[in-house]
């Protein structure tokens, strides 16, 4: 399974199928007469009542594929000039958007607004509450990707992962802020208008910054 794409997969399982007398010249085909329909959407030869927690089943079809092995499989003749197909069952799958957003995506976006509610926050309020809730809201984000990465039987930073770390870096940016407020240092983009500029690119620099993540991993 690619999970680089997670939660937005779409993935093919391939079934081999091969004649259990191994020592005969046979190949192996679909009837497909016995169908009354045969569409790759009405799902033919996959029982009705398979569930596969987290997935739907997307389509299914037959293939006939010649494949040649480099193993006689302890038959003494010559392969070479015996290349049979071989039937292979597809079972289309994919991911249901609904589970993983509602168990991975309402963290993120709840944190995310709660920045946002900080940035309109007036200028006097106390450092030491800054802090804590950024802390608060970091720690939520940590373990929410924590359990993610536990779940995910991923090598690879996959698809989903990219959001958490445009919210790390949001919630880097306000304490970094509060901070430059505590020492005096100015500051002319978030000192425009009592931070006019920032409040109003918010939404549109962290949206756009999904979007081109979602351009480059789908297209």
């Known amino acids: 399974m690619d999970y680089s794409r997670y939660p ?5 399982l391939n079934l081999q199928l091969l004649p259990a007398e191994s020592d005969r010249m046979v190949v192996l085909v679909p009837d497909l007469d016995a169908y009354k329909l045969m569409a790759a959407s009405l799902l033919p030869g996959l029982d009705k009542a398979i569930f596969l927690a987290g997935w ?3 389509g299914t079809f037959f ?5 040649r092995h480099n193993t006689d499989f302890g038959i003494k003749r010559n392969l070479d000039h015996e290349i ?8 289309g799958i994919q991911r249901v958007f609904v589970d993983a957003f509602i168990s991975n995506l309402t963290p993120l976006i709840i944190v995310a607004i709660i920045l946002f509610a900080l940035a309109l926050l007036p200028r006097e309020i106390e450092i030491g509450r800054v802090l804590s809730i950024c802390a608060a809201v970091f720690f939520i984000v940590v373990f929410s990707h924590l359990d993610i990465r536990k779940n995910i039987p991923s090598g690879e930073i996959f698809y989903l992962e990219y959001f958490f770390f445009v919210i790390y870096f ?7 802020n509060a901070f430059r407020l ?5 500051s002319r983009l978030f000192e425009y208008k009592d931070g006019l500029v920032v409040q109003a ?4 620099s962290v949206l756009g910054i999904f979007f081109m993540v979602t351009a480059c ?3």
């Not at 937005?8 to 093919?12: G, I, R």
């Not at 505590?182 to 100015?186: K, Y």
């Not at 690119?201 to 549109?204: N, R, T």
């Open 8 to 12: 937005l997969e779409v993935e093919h």
């Open 56 to 58: 739907d089943f997307s």
């Open 63 to 67: 293939e006939l594929r010649e494949e």
């Open 84 to 91: 049979l197909p071989t039937l292979y069952y597809h079972i």
């Open 170 to 176: 949001c919630i880097l940016m306000v304490p970094l």
């Open 182 to 186: 505590a020492m005096g240092l100015p």
């Open 201 to 204: 690119a918010y939404w549109p």
């Open 217 to 219: 991993k789908f297209y």
